[in-house]
């Protein structure tokens, strides 16, 4: 795991992408905070008798966040993005809430946490309020952290679907996944 200041080494030679570059308070001991983007969805039903069907194509209500934030209602899974795109060719990185966020209730991926040596872009926040009361949220928020780990052995760099993504991508079809 590289420690807050390699990260900055590696982000100020190019090792390490991230756009816009993050100003000091964003760095931390063993990682990167990153910011909520500007845009939510809703994960809504996609199929006709009102239940999430994952052979299908993902369906989402896009919600864009102003100034003044946007509640998340409990139980709800929102798609959200991080302000900044990152990424690297010689590094993996893993996704984690801020204690923040998860303080306030917060959970800011239910599963997909690891980045790809090779993956670029925005990432993908899976956000769930946990409480049983509405969370005001705002974009611009430092809301999740990035630790980069240095790989052993040869690296197979990412090649895929959700390469270079900007902004949210619904899921695709778990059926599409080969066996």
């Not at 052995?153 to 991508?169: F, H, M």
Request: hydrophobic share 35%.
């Amino acid at each position: 795991m590289l420690s807050g200041k390699k990260i900055k080494q590696a982000i100020d030679i190019g090792a390490i992408s991230c756009y816009p570059k993050p100003m000091e308070m964003q760095y931390q001991p063993h990682s990167i905070d990153l910011r909520l983007g500007g845009y939510l969805s809703e994960v809504v039903p996609n199929s006709p008798d009102g239940y999430i069907d994952t052979h299908k194509p993902g369906a989402v209500k896009p919600v864009k966040m102003v100034g003044d934030g946007y509640i998340l209602m409990p139980g709800t899974l929102y798609l959200g993005h991080t302000l900044e795109a990152v990424g690297s060719k010689g590094y993996a990185g893993v996704l984690h809430g801020r204690s923040t966020a998860g303080r306030h209730g917060i959970m800011v991926h239910v599963t997909a946490g690891f980045i790809d040596a090779g993956w670029s872009g925005q990432i993908v926040l899976e956000l769930v309020n946990v409480t049983p009361y509405p969370i005001k949220i705002y974009p611009g928020d430092r809301i999740c952290q990035v630790e980069f780990d240095k790989i052993e052995g040869e690296v197979e760099l990412y090649s895929s679907d959700y390469q270079g993504q900007l902004g949210i991508r619904p899921a695709k079809s778990m059926a599409d996944a080969p066996f």
